[in-house]
């Protein structure tokens, strides 16, 4: 392909040929204001904010969807464009819930930015006919409120083209049309898998995660409870952006330091668990390859992953992994080994997660998930969540000095905390399960063929004479990919890692929710993933089985992976669920 070169602006500007006249304007370090367009998500050109006018084009063009070519002239910021914006605007708050202060999107918001910037403070329009909706709140993550909705529809395609699930969609035509599911089914009764990503696609506050801050206060405030909190690897590479911080910068330190001035009695890393999932799980693998399990295993730390599975494809479920995720089996350990060991009554203890996921939420209530008799863990914070509290709290975040976790049940390999990229997990049990196998020391630990934000990636390693084939899925709509060439025949994987995120944690659906404009144009997921995989070259130690506080655990409570007592608190059981998505 060759190049393109137009002007726009005044500007002249060389573009790669099939780009469109938004990527010519980026290019040129012209911003064009959009709402609907969300880069591989939603391309439909339906919200008329990126109109711009081309010279010999008859009427304005959309940018996100008009191609450039030789020669072409554009104007981004005419007064006729201007005013068309701003009219636009108008009519888009005027069926709007404009209680901008109560929003969880306050300063946040897409509509709100660009109303600032066109200088739209009210509306001709605000006195006339005006939608009212129920807020459905049924789902156990995620709260929809159609009166913040502009039917921009990129939470639809987030639901459609990133994840293949598709329970959302437009309802009704016109001025009735709103999104809605099939027969006005609340999301809860739908097939929805609480991943979220359709909170991080909205542009305003018509979709968010389903606030669990005032239980956790609640909880600390009581002085009656022990609260412990754990912190998945994924929020130390997003917490940062919550207090204007580069993506993926690394604050691990200040987390830490900020729990533990929140008032939690304990402060703990998920990556542990991660570790100690690891064990079981190479265990687990290996046992299958060497005594004719289920293969391909397919990894089991992703809920919402579990809940398409449980959905979409029960007859693979005897596959998936029988591991509880991290974060459960971090519960587990608390309220068991954790609870012994200090003497402390499990009733007394209020277990809490902070995680880059919506799904955890839901998570927390499945069944099979109490190995003390109660919930492996009470609440489940998003990584937004977090940063709200600590924005309350008046913490200076940027400034605070680093602490470190407690300990045990503290300490983590570099195996540990890359559970957080796509090929996170499949890497970390390869470090571990190609050691047992051979009974012999990895020269390099770095299994690079699984790394990257690829939707699918595939690889095959000879290890101690047996050849193993994996392959890696992120984003629901790869995973049908992968599994729909499993039931075939088509493909023969020994492992399989799933993760419901589209690069994985690091982007999931309760990170910090990043601006169009800037997710347009910058892989928020390498950025993210990047500063966990420099945590784990920088680590001492980068197997899993290396882990001096897992060594202890398995010596003085569980014996060994796969054990009776590891079996029954830190393994889980799947149900099979009906489909919704279509009648």
């Avoid at 954790?338 to 997660?353: L, Q, R, W």
Wanted: proline share 4%; with cysteine.
């Amino acid at each position: 392909m060759g190049d393109i070169k137009l002007t726009i602006d005044n500007i002249e500007v060389t573009v790669p040929e099939g780009s469109t006249l938004l990527d010519a304007a980026h290019a040129a370090g012209i911003d064009i204001p959009t709402l609907c367009f969300l880069r591989d998500v939603n391309e439909i050109g339906a919200c008329r904010m990126c109109l711009c006018e081309v010279e010999g084009a008859r009427g304005l063009v959309t940018a996100c969807a008009f191609p450039v070519s030789d020669g072409m002239v554009a104007h981004t910021n005419t007064e006729r464009l201007r005013e068309s914006r701003r009219k636009t605007l108008q009519l888009i708050v005027s069926d709007h819930n404009m209680d901008c202060l109560a929003c969880v999107r306050n300063n946040n918001c897409e509509l709100q930015k660009l109303c600032k910037r066109y200088g739209v403070t009210d509306t001709d329009y605000y006195a006339g006919k005006k939608n009212s909706f129920s807020v459905d709140a049924s789902s156990k993550s995620i709260v929809r409120d159609n009166n913040k909705c502009i039917l921009c529809r990129r939470c639809v395609g987030a639901c459609e083209n990133l994840q293949g699930i598709g329970v959302i969609g437009a309802n009704n035509r016109g001025f009735d049309t709103y999104i809605g599911s099939t027969f006005d089914l609340p999301l809860a009764e739908t097939s929805c898998v609480n991943c979220g990503q359709c909170v991080a696609a909205c542009p305003v506050g018509a979709l968010y995660e389903k606030d669990s801050t005032a239980e956790v206060k609640a909880a600390l405030e009581d002085p009656d409870k022990f609260v412990v909190v754990q912190a998945a690897p994924s929020v130390r590479v997003g917490l940062g952006e919550c207090f204007g911080l580069p993506i993926g910068t690394v604050v691990e330190g200040q987390m830490s330091a900020a729990l533990h001035r929140l008032g939690f009695d304990r402060v703990f890393d998920t990556n542990f668990s991660a570790d100690l999932t690891i064990l079981e799980e190479a265990h687990e693998l290996i046992d299958r390859v060497q005594n004719g399990g289920a293969l391909p295993l397919i990894t089991s730390c992703s809920p919402g992953w579990i809940k398409y599975c449980e959905h979409y494809y029960p007859d693979l479920l005897p596959n998936v992994s029988s591991c509880k995720s991290p974060q459960q089996m971090f519960g587990a350990v608390v309220k068991t080994y954790y609870a012994e060991t200090m003497g402390i009554p499990v009733d007394k203890i209020v277990s809490v997660s902070v995680m880059p996921c919506t799904a955890k939420k839901f998570e927390c209530d499945r069944p099979d998930q109490d190995a003390a008799g109660v919930q492996d863990v009470d609440y489940s914070l998003t990584t937004r969540e977090l940063g709200s509290l600590i924005n309350e709290a008046g913490i200076d975040f940027v400034n605070l000095p680093e602490m470190p976790y407690d300990s045990p049940l503290g300490d983590y390999t570099g195996a540990g905390v890359i559970f957080g990229a796509t090929g996170g997990v499949m890497e970390a049990a390869l470090r571990t399960a190609v050691e047992t196998i051979t009974g012999e020391e990895l020269e390099c630990v770095e299994f690079t063929d699984v790394r990257g934000v690829e939707g699918v990636k595939e690889a095959s390693y000879n290890v101690g004479g047996l050849e193993v084939n994996v392959a890696v899925a992120s984003g629901l709509a790869n995973a049908k990919k992968v599994l729909d060439a499993i039931r075939s025949g088509e493909k023969n994987y020994t492992f399989v890692e799933i993760m419901a995120c589209p690069g994985g944690c690091v982007n999931g659906g309760g990170q910090p929710i990043v601006d169009s404009s800037v997710r347009n144009f910058v892989d928020v997921r390498a950025l993210r993933a990047k500063g966990l995989y420099e945590l784990d070259k920088n680590k001492p130690l980068r197997k899993s089985h290396e882990n001096p506080e897992i060594i202890e655990l398995y010596k003085s409570y569980f014996g060994e992976p796969g054990s009776e007592k590891a079996h029954h608190i830190l393994h889980t059981k799947y149900v099979e669920r009906k489909v919704n998505k279509d009648f």
